[in-house]
């Protein structure tokens, strides 16, 4: 079965800073996606990034890149220009590739942004 | 805003009630989610459906049952609440597909007392 491990429940940044979220996986497979979610508080979840495994070039959306190190199996996420509106937890999930069922979840940071 | 929907938002009922949750889209997605999610915890798979007259189990094991007869509704039932069923509980949607998006609704919140 495949697991995700985010080790650090908690993140604090100041604003405009970096930040840095880690999450590993562990998988036996070779064809697979891995996710990055956002849930603000009392608010729906809403995806922020995603990466084929498939693909070497790391997946960036604006002020939001990934670090995919798929030797390593590990998925970081970096937040650039850190602004208040990105305060809220953040897992990390992946899927199996062939059509596979819901997602697999990481237990998720908390991240802080101080003003 | 996603389009999927959930209600109620909040729910606290009493040991041994039956229950109802609601969840509906309106993107015409096949495939749809049930996850529970614990408190600091991560969101663990209990139910999934990748259409009509489709329903399969999740990873967690969960005394809830769903149903899809329609393909923008999925209901979540507990025939009899206990405590032990307290958690939030969030449903998704998403296309066909291993790179498709999930989209979640903004969750029940239950508590059995």
């Known amino acids: 079965a495949q697991t995700v491990t985010q080790s650090q429940p908690e993140m604090s940044v100041q604003e405009a800073e970096t930040v840095t979220l880690s999450c590993t996986y562990d998988?036996?497979?070779?064809?697979?996606?891995l996710f990055w979610y956002k849930q603000p508080p009392s608010r729906q979840m809403i995806l922020v990034i995603r990466?084929?495994?498939?693909?070497?070039q790391n997946a960036t959306e604006n002020r939001f890149s990934v670090n995919f190190q798929k030797a390593a199996k590990s998925f970081s996420l970096k937040i650039s220009d850190s602004q208040l509106g990105d305060a809220a937890m953040y897992f990390c999930a992946y899927r199996g590739g062939g059509g596979a069922d819901g997602l697999t979840f990481g237990k998720g940071t908390h991240l802080i942004i101080q003003p | 805003e996603a389009d999927i929907y959930q209600t109620p938002r909040y729910l606290v009922i009493g040991t041994g009630k039956k229950i109802t949750l609601e969840c509906s889209q309106t993107m015409g997605h096949d495939k749809m989610y049930w996850y529970q999610q614990d408190p600091g915890m991560e969101l663990h798979l209990i139910h999934y459906s990748y259409g009509v007259n489709s329903t399969e189990k999740g990873d967690l094991s969960s005394e809830s049952t769903v149903s899809r007869i329609r393909t923008e509704h999925f209901p979540l039932t507990l025939e009899s609440a206990r405590p032990s069923h307290t958690s939030q509980y969030l449903c998704?949607?998403?296309?066909?597909?291993?790179?498709?998006?999930?989209?979640f609704g903004q969750g029940t919140r239950l508590t059995v007392v």
């Open positions: 998988t036996s497979e070779s064809d697979y996606y």
């Open positions: 998704a949607s998403s296309e066909s597909g291993d790179r498709a998006e999930a989209f």
């Open positions: 990466q084929e495994a498939y693909k070497q």
